[in-house]
């Protein structure tokens, strides 16, 4: 086993060594097939007070609990599971969807940014699955990054944010879907989706008929103009050194207005995201593709990954092409619009 400025590195043959740390209260990071996240025993306060501390998050923004089983569920909320809950969980469950419901008495309010309700998840990534199942424990874990910085997508970003602050990082490979999991709440009487990621609006939809969006989703206004219901919403995200300018709106004139803005910052160190359509239509300046415009997983692997890669090169100005807000769509639209911080160019 490794270590870097005391954190261990552990390779998957040593799955028993990362659940160890964890049944002793320690933070271990781990693969997801969303993306890497910072886990700790969730029933735990100090363990879970230590997560805050080492991201250096605000202390009013819940975590996700993981689980590894889906009887694990009922042992954490308040009341029997309604039938859009176990409809969910027999349609999502492993996979990129949390479900917010009352909590019970067990969980403390550390974990849940002391709200009554509880956010769960069964990820899908068999080295997660592994890991949380060895530990016999509920593991709490928001994505392994340093708070307002991209989500981490290889264990390289991991270590990059947090050696030095945690106890171990489970190595695995660059994850799947590469934004975070949708977030739907379901504990009161109308589904909400709080936050759009791997499980698409079309798909929730098709299981619960009507779900209301809260207004964050769209992100297109700060929250200083709206009513953060998620509260991890209304923090700074998913936001590279670089300044970024988003340009949205038709497709076709996407192009033309990038070029106009990369002459306007001709004095800086400018880079594009671009889809593979058009990344050949950018001159004198860093270009790197996101992927296919018909291939929206392609782009949402990329995303967090090309931010971090242009404060590694020194850009200055990341001008990045907007995409259509359907299916996967609406997920990487708005963690791009808030890692603009909302510098949003309609065309
Ligand atoms: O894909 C994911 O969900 C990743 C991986 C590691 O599982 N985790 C993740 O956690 O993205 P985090 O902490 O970065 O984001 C959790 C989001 C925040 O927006 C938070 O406000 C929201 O979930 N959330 C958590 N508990 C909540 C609750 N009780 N009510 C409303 N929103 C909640
Ligand atoms: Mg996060």
């Known amino acids: 086993m490794k270590s870097i400025k005391g954190t261990k590195i552990f390779e ?11 049944q002793q209260g320690k933070l271990v990071a781990f693969p997801t097939e969303t993306v890497y996240g910072l886990g700790a025993n969730a029933l735990d306060e100090a363990a879970v007070r230590s997560i ?21 569920l009922k042992s954490l909320v308040k009341g029997e599971l309604t039938e859009d809950v176990k409809r969910l969980i027999s349609n999502f469950w492993p996979g990129p969807l949390t479900i917010v419901l009352s909590k019970n008495a067990k969980v403390p309010a550390v974990t849940t940014g002391g709200l009554e309700t509880i956010a769960v998840r069964m990820p899908q990534h068999p080295v997660a699955l592994e890991l949380i199942e060895a530990t016999q424990l509920s593991i709490a874990a928001p994505s392994a990054n340093l708070s307002g910085k991209p989500s981490p997508t290889l264990v390289k970003h991991v270590i990059d944010d947090l050696a030095g602050k945690v106890d171990g990082i ?19 009487v109308k589904p909400v989706l709080l936050r759009p ?12 008929g009507k779900v209301e969006i809260d207004p964050t989703v769209e992100a297109k206004l700060s ?12 923090y700074k995200h998913y936001s590279p050194q670089a300044e970024v300018i ?26 594009v995201m671009a889809t593979k359509e058009f990344s050949n239509y950018y001159q004198d300046v ?29 850009i200055d100005e990341i001008i990045v092409e907007g995409l259509p807000v359907e299916g996967l769509g609406l997920a990487i639209m708005n963690r791009l619009r808030k890692s603009a911080a909302y510098q949003i160019i309609e065309v």
């Open 223 to 234: 929250n200083d103009d709206q009513q953060a219901i998620s509260p991890g919403m209304k």
């Open 197 to 208: 990621g791997g499980v698409t609006y079309e798909e929730l939809t098709d299981i619960l």
């Open 170 to 188: 489970l190595a695995g490979g660059q994850t799947g879907i590469g934004v975070e999991s949708t977030v739907v709440d379901l504990s009161q």
């Open 246 to 271: 988003l340009v949205e709106g038709r497709t076709e004139e996407i192009p033309t207005k990038i070029k106009e803005l990369i002459g306007a910052h001709s004095a800086q160190k400018v880079g």
């Open 286 to 314: 860093t270009v790197k593709e996101m992927g296919s415009r018909s291939n929206l997983a392609e782009i949402s692997t990329n995303i967090f990954k090309l931010l971090r890669e242009f404060d590694a090169e020194g």
């Open 52 to 72: 805050f501390t080492a991201k250096g998050r605000p202390a009013d923004n819940p975590l996700i609990v993981h689980i590894a089983k889906q009887e694990e």
């Open 12 to 22: 998957r043959s040593e799955i028993k060594e990362a659940a160890n740390l964890l």
